[in-house]
């Protein structure tokens, strides 16, 4: 059986991230499934340099907000982050086949001897995005036993990356490394496809590889919150975002649940950041409203047919704006004086459309894989 090594953003992160947890997660399930005895995939415990002195449990250096009122909110709520902290640790311990060794520049090369690897996929998320980790080796496959072994790309993102003229020679000799690339966004495709031979494709993030019966077997927890509520999932301070959630949420009277850093709620709304993986696909699932500027958490409102609004969020508008756009779902995004409470989904025809692209990106990703 052949093992395929996952390298993505996941174990080692300035927080602890849902999307990045289950992405990888997702994208195992899809390799294990089309490959049934043929390959597993193997989660590679990888640290880049860039990644190597944060510390979840000490994150005030990784904030986005400078402020000192978002200091003391991440402050208030470090209790919570720590409990976050261990159920995401045992989400990796416990829900993926893993890497013996953890894996960083000094010690990646000798991965294949030590673990048995034949190939690697790099992806999802954005491991492309050169704004947060630059070109990075492990993401652009540029170690020795991964630009002279067998690696592909499935979902890599390139963000809202801001290239500058040197960047694309180096761009250019990076995407060399790989026998096939499938992006998550259609943006970068025409400018890789005219650098390269290899077969290149726009792909579903691993997270709608999957039928939402997958996360209710084997992830989602029963009902946490009894009350009727609305789920606020917010991954930066957005006031206006919070204002629209209050109004919301009063004007049906829906109780606020509230995953964030923003402690200050504590008095008004049910906090929870300490919410470990099955905890928020739960909170998801048996929402009345999501209200978020997370990928996604707008990805698993669809997913579990919530209605729902996505606001604006730095690095994040491409890929919101392209799969909004690809569901007929754009009316979603920044509603900032809309009630789209009051506006149904048609999910019937999301999904329809959903299941019609999944079929071609596992085809793509079987594709890859075989080519090892």
Known sequence: MLR????????????TNYGSALQTWALHQAINSIGKDKWQAVLVDYCPAILKDKDP????????????????????SLPAIQVNYKKFQEFYRNRFTRTERKYTAKNFNNIVANESIDGF??????????????????????????KYGYTVAYAASFGDSHF???????????????????????TM??????????????????TLLLPVKVYDDKLTVPRIVKE????????????????????????????IVEISLRAVNARKHQMFYEAG?????????YAEFVVTNSYHGMIFSIQYKRPFAIFSREQCDTKNRELLQLLDLSNRLNPYTRDVAEVPVDYEKVHSIIESEREVSLGFLKKELEGC
């Open 4 to 15: 395929f090594g996952t390298v993505s953003y996941n174990i080692y992160a300035n927080f």
């Open 57 to 76: 449990l000490n994150p005030f250096g990784n904030l986005w907000d400078k402020d000192e009122e978002s200091r003391q909110m991440c402050e208030l």
């Open 121 to 146: 996929v790099c992806g999802s998320d954005t491991i492309f995005c050169i704004d947060e980790f630059g070109f990075d080796d492990g993401y652009y496959a540029n170690y020795s036993c991964m």
């Open 164 to 186: 500058k003229e040197n960047d694309y020679n180096t761009l250019d000799q990076r995407i060399k490394n790989f026998k096939a690339i499938g992006l998550r966004e259609q």
């Open 189 to 206: 495709i025409p400018y890789i496809s005219k650098q390269t031979d290899i077969p290149v494709q726009r792909v579903l993030d691993p």
């Open 228 to 255: 009727k509520y609305l789920l606020y999932y917010s991954r930066r301070y957005n006031p206006e975002m919070e204002k629209y959630v209050e109004k919301l949420a009063h004007k049906h009277h829906w109780k």
């Open 277 to 285: 993986v099955e905890e928020f696909l739960s909170l998801v699932k």
